[in-house]
């Protein structure tokens, strides 16, 4: 399988995951054009997609949805309540109904030789949902925009051999930054997004021995920057003294919200 973060940011998101003979976007936050270079940047193109994965219908999640429905005619699942405001979003101009197929959370469901599974996420959404992808004995999973995290989240962040997981802001910055009071309550509640402290806390508790690599996604681009969110998780293993894994021990790197990164081989 391949693990490929084409962008992921407050400013959009897109993520690969594919075997030898299917592969999935999870989000299509960015311009058509962009998840198209970045698909071609690993040899591929639209039509080597064969399902769109939509977490929530926030803009940064689904902005280039309409563009790329109707170039590639790609198909798209999510939540039947998720599918409703995806239709009601008017910025997305028309997409043919056709392409939709509603899922429900727990409950697993085949792309190709994809065994996919969404499960619950705790944020101001319709109905949002993460994403565990697996194939041939391998799993990666793509789990932001939430709040917080609980045991159920844990268990479906079980055993993966890669990770992306939100490390949205850092709670000093966002309380002294420009945001207006609301929308830096909204962000700290467990509706909201993840800190890079919380971000560690969890990471804790899932990583393993084959894990091969974990992003840190959905930076914000105000309220944090890479070199912190990557040291204020880096501290937060080491503080964690049930935790084995150090510094070193498992590539822990941070998404770009601008620029593809390397593709992962698991």
């Given amino acids: 399988m391949d693990?490929?973060?084409?962008?992921?940011?407050?400013?959009?998101?897109?993520i690969y995951i594919g075997s030898d003979t299917s592969s999935v976007l999870i989000d299509a936050g960015i311009s058509c054009r962009r998840i198209a270079d970045g698909l071609k940047q690993i040899g591929k193109s639209l039509t080597d997609i064969t399902a769109v994965l939509v977490?929530?219908?926030h803009s940064d999640h689904i902005s280039g949805l309409g563009v790329l429905s109707r170039k590639a005619h790609i198909p798209v699942y999510a939540t039947a309540p998720t599918i409703r405001q995806i239709q009601r979003y008017t910025p997305l101009g028309q997409v043919d109904e056709n392409l939709f197929h509603p899922?429900?959370?727990?409950?697993?469901f085949m792309i190709g030789d994809l065994h996919v599974e969404a499960f619950h996420v705790s944020h101001d959404a319709a109905e949002p949902v993460a994403y565990r992808v697996e194939s041939g004995g391998k799993a990666a999973a793509v789990?932001?925009?939430?709040?917080?995290?609980n045991r159920y989240t844990l268990s479906h962040l079980q055993d993966l051999d890669v990770v992306l997981v939100e490390s949205n802001h850092d709670e000093n910055m966002l309380q002294v930054g420009p945001?207006?009071?609301?929308?830096?309550?909204?962000i700290l509640s467990e509706?909201?997004?993840?800190?890079?402290v919380t971000a560690g806390m969890l990471l804790t508790q899932i990583l393993n021995g084959h894990m091969k690599t974990v992003y840190l996604g959905h930076l914000s681009k105000t309220n944090n920057y890479e070199a912190l969110a990557h040291a204020t998780?880096?501290?937060?293993?080491?503080?964690?003294r049930q935790c084995p894994y150090r510094e070193g021990d498992i590539p822990i790197i941070v998404a770009s919200r601008e620029h593809p990164m390397d593709p992962v081989r698991f």
């Fill in 3 to 14: 693990f490929y973060s084409i962008a992921s940011g407050s400013s959009g998101n897109c």
């Fill in 55 to 57: 977490t929530h219908e």
């Fill in 103 to 108: 899922i429900e959370a727990d409950l697993p």
């Fill in 143 to 149: 789990a932001t925009d939430m709040g917080c995290y």
């Fill in 179 to 186: 945001y207006p009071y609301p929308l830096k309550r909204r």
């Fill in 191 to 196: 509706k909201g997004h993840m800190s890079n």
């Fill in 233 to 240: 998780v880096l501290a937060e293993l080491a503080a964690d």
